[in-house]
Nanobody
Framework: VQLQASGGGFVQDGGSLTISCSTS????????MTWYRQAPGKARELIAL???????HYKDSVKGRFTISGNIADRSMTLQMNDLKPEDTAIYYC???????????WGQGTQVTVSS
């Protein structure tokens, strides 16, 4: 199983960007699909999650600006990011978590850079 993140890039303050994550291989017992990010010198943080029920959760700082969507059938997901700020600059990682057995699959990360 491999997760492939794509769509990162360079954007100006206030701009928009959509990143995507596709899955190759079979993943059973899906729990949730999640986007994390890691800025230089900082810990990786959860920013958006979509559960197998379709419910979503966002980090407070991205609420109203970011939208996660997911295709439960093929375990793919996207993150639409609007009104980007320099503090959103980070490497963005996609994650798929399973319930039984509990396991985390990770993508390789895609860089998002927002200039002021």
């Amino acid at each position: 199983v491999q997760l492939q993140a794509s769509g990162g890039g360079f954007v100006q303050d206030g701009g928009s960007l959509t990143i995507s994550c596709s899955t190759s291989g079979r993943i059973s017992n899906l729990d949730a699909m999640t986007w994390y990010r890691q800025a230089p010198g900082k810990a990786r943080e959860l920013i958006a999650l979509i559960r197998n029920t379709g419910s979503t959760h966002y980090k407070d700082s991205v609420k109203g600006r970011f939208t996660i969507s997911g295709n439960i059938a093929d375990r793919s997901m996207t993150l639409q990011m609007n009104d980007l700020k320099p503090e959103d600059t980070a490497i963005y990682y996609c994650n798929v978590r399973t319930t039984t057995p509990p396991f985390d699959y990770w993508g390789q990360g895609t860089q998002v850079t927002v200039s002021s």
